[in-house]
């Protein structure tokens, strides 16, 4: 395993080779959202507006958005899906670069990393929209930014913003501060967040195993030495105790978070400018079954287990964008490097029991090209290619660990697959995107694209006894069709967008009649639908709504994809004034009995929030009752594969027991913006 002193002196190494500070609009806006088809940069998301109730983080900040659901599986790290899709499936970018957690059971998905109140701006795109953060992104892109401030003069100038907030279930506070200072020669930016939480109850009184600590900060540098050039350096970090999760056989006691980045951009003529983003991340992740609640026995005796894990990902990108007459072309080359080392052991006996991530390496390495071009002022065609060299290797797949287990004989256990593991492929994706604005309030979008996602190191290498990689896994290939269709009036307005994704080589998990988990390719459609709208009348109401709906079929075997929600949505009504605005929110899901494999059902429900906000001056003061009617419900994409974890219930025989959310929860929150 990499020591942590040479990754530390990989990050210094980092700052040293490469500078830089980001182009982008110079945007003064909280954190704000484009959704769905690719807006103009700036603008503004379309409705309905989020909820200013705290979120545990930015996983359960995002499941808010339309068309984005996430799976809980306690307090903190809500993994997101999007379209039915996961994983690396989805392009995640943290300020800039790849974020890879050090769970292969995902208890610390990249949005855990992810500080919400350090951003200045929430991006998301549903689909392939874009091609120039790397490979894959089938299901669609967050990116997670910290603009470059808009100073003036040489007078020192300052911004930022600081708030608090508590929710009494589970006693989770809240506290962040976000600063900004600095002048037409450079800037530094300082941010710190920190949460607590004990665990919740749900609608029943009962307590859900799911707290939490985390604490996070950063220091960025920015120098503009001349005005075509901006240069930036920082670091952030994150640190996790006593993370607790009811929907796994273990907690994490300790997870840390150290990112350094650097950035150049120069412009070397009104309309050709050069993007470069350097990012190295390492991340130290424990989890065990013993620090946070009673382990399991065996044979009369306790039987401790432990697993430390090591994640490191390096980001590089280099972008040029050159501006014509009537287009916008961008060409760049993107790196991408995770190495993964992860050991399960056995603390009763003092002995590794596995070498579950044998010392995996993945590289993805890929050139592209996209162009915007404008056909006068209405319509816009859009279209890019990209190509990209995936390799992946365990270097320790033919280690024993203490009790002898060789990964590699796991993997010919279950695939027959003996000789050389490592594994290369070529993946292409492309996109071809046409937008047309009917009149001033119509819009209509439609869009092809390609994409293809190589295994993550879960999927190919994990050796685990009842839980093992594919090594000849086959790439998955995406071709999917986008249309939709916008409205904008004065006072109303709506969004309509469907797709279709069919998927040749699907990464499939299954479970063998041995009770082995596996992994293997087959053929699967993903396709559903997505409803947003607003309408203001009577002068101060706002009614707002939103729906959406995807459904994933197994084409090999027939049945459902895992990991599917049902039909689900929002609608809200709201009293909205100049300083104030209140209201009610009824979110509601339908019940879901597709199943994949070991998914248990859930009931549909319907679940009321009351929220309110008022603006004076600089302050923003804010309060709410979610779940207002104390009502007992679990989403579907939650970890009910561990139904019959004992901490979901003070009954440990009891089985089929989803992890529920939380009952009735009184929050307030407080924000200073200067």
Not at 46 to 71: M, T
Not at 158 to 181: C, I, M, P, T
Request: proline letters at 4%; one cysteine or more; hydrophobic letters at 35%.
């Amino acid at each position: 395993m990499t020591t942590p002193l040479l990754r530390r002196l990989t990050m210094m190494a980092c700052i040293a080779a490469w500078g830089g500070a980001a182009h982008a609009e110079t945007e003064t806006l909280a954190t704000m959202i484009i959704e769905g088809r690719a807006t103009v940069p700036g603008e503004l998301s379309l409705f309905p507006r989020q909820s200013p109730a705290p979120a545990a983080d930015a996983g359960e900040w995002l499941r808010r958005i339309n068309g984005i659901e996430a799976i809980r599986m306690g307090g903190h790290g809500l993994d997101p899906v999007i379209r039915g899709q996961q994983g690396n499936a989805l392009n995640i970018l943290v300020d800039g670069g790849y974020v890879f957690g050090g769970c292969p059971n995902r208890m610390d998905p990249p949005t855990a990393y992810a500080p919400l109140h350090s951003f200045d701006r929430v991006t998301v795109s549903k689909g392939v929209t874009t091609l120039q953060h790397g490979a894959g992104g089938s299901g669609g892109t967050v990116l997670f930014e910290r603009t470059v401030p808009d100073f003036e003069g040489r007078d020192v100038q300052q911004q930022g913003s600081v708030g608090a907030s508590f929710d009494d279930n589970g006693e989770r506070a809240g506290l962040y501060a976000h600063l900004v200072a600095g002048n037409e020669n450079g800037y530094w930016r300082l941010f710190g967040e920190r949460q607590q939480a004990n665990d919740y109850e749900d609608g029943d009184g009962r307590r859900i195993h799911s707290g939490f600590e985390t604490t996070s900060g950063g220091l960025t540098l920015g120098f503009t030495p001349t005005a075509d050039t901006e240069v930036a350096v920082g670091y952030e970090g994150v640190r996790e105790r006593d993370v607790k999760f009811a929907g796994a056989g273990m907690d994490s006691p300790q997870s840390d978070n150290d990112t350094v980045r650097a950035r150049l951009d120069h412009a070397f003529s009104d309309t050709l400018r050069m993007e470069n983003r350097l990012q190295f991340t390492a991340i130290d992740h424990v989890m065990d079954n013993y620090s946070l609640r009673e382990p399991p026995v065996k044979k009369g005796m306790p039987m401790k287990m432990r697993s430390p894990t090591e994640s490191d990902t390096l980001t590089w990108k280099s972008m040029a964008v050159q501006q014509l007459a009537d287009s916008d072309l961008r060409v760049g080359i993107n790196v991408l490097q995770n190495a993964r080392d992860a050991r399960i052991i056995n603390d009763t006996a003092d002995k590794v029991a596995f070498l579950s991530w044998p010392d995996v390496t993945t590289r993805q390495s890929g050139v592209f090209a996209e162009l915007d071009h404008y056909l006068g002022e209405r319509t816009t065609l859009s279209g890019g290619l990209r190509v990209d060299y995936s390799e992946a290797s365990a270097d320790a797949a033919d280690q024993a660990s203490d009790t002898g287990v060789v990964a590699a004989d796991l993997y010919r256990r279950e695939y027959g697959v003996a000789g050389d593991l490592d594994h290369d492929a070529w993946l292409v994706g492309g996109f071809l995107r046409g937008e047309q604005r009917l009149n001033d309030t119509d819009t209509l979008y439609a869009s092809l694209s390609r994409a293809e996602r190589d295994a993550d190191a879960t999927e190919r290498y994990f050796a685990k006894g009842d839980w093992v990689g594919n090594p000849r896994l086959d790439p998955e290939v995406h071709h999917q069709l986008d249309l939709g269709i916008e409205r904008r009036l004065e006072d109303a307005g709506f969004e309509v967008a469907i797709f279709a994704d069919r998927v040749d080589d699907y990464i499939y998990r299954d479970n063998r009649t041995n009770g082995v988990s596996t992994y293997r390719n087959i053929d699967a459609t993903l396709y559903g639908m997505e409803l947003s709208g607003h309408l203001r009348w009577a002068g101060h109401w706002e009614t707002r709504g939103q729906l959406s709906w995807v459904r994933g079929d197994n084409l090999d075997d027939g049945g459902a994809l895992a990991d599917i929600a049902p039909l689900r949505g929002r609608l809200s009504q709201f009293h909205v004034r100049k300083a104030w605005e209140a209201g009610l929110t009824a979110r509601f899901s339908d019940a879901q009995d597709r199943l994949g494999p070991d998914e248990v059902a859930t009931s549909g429900y319907v679940v009321l929030d009351a929220e309110a906000a008022w603006h004076w001056q600089a302050m923003t003061l804010r309060a709410g009752i979610s779940n207002l009617l104390d009502k007992t419900y679990s989403d579907f994409l939650n970890r009910n594969r561990s139904a019959g974890d004992p901490f979901l219930s003070e009954d440990p025989e009891s089985l089929a027991l989803p992890l529920n959310e939380p009952g009735r929860s009184l929050w307030v929150g407080v924000d200073y913006t200067f």
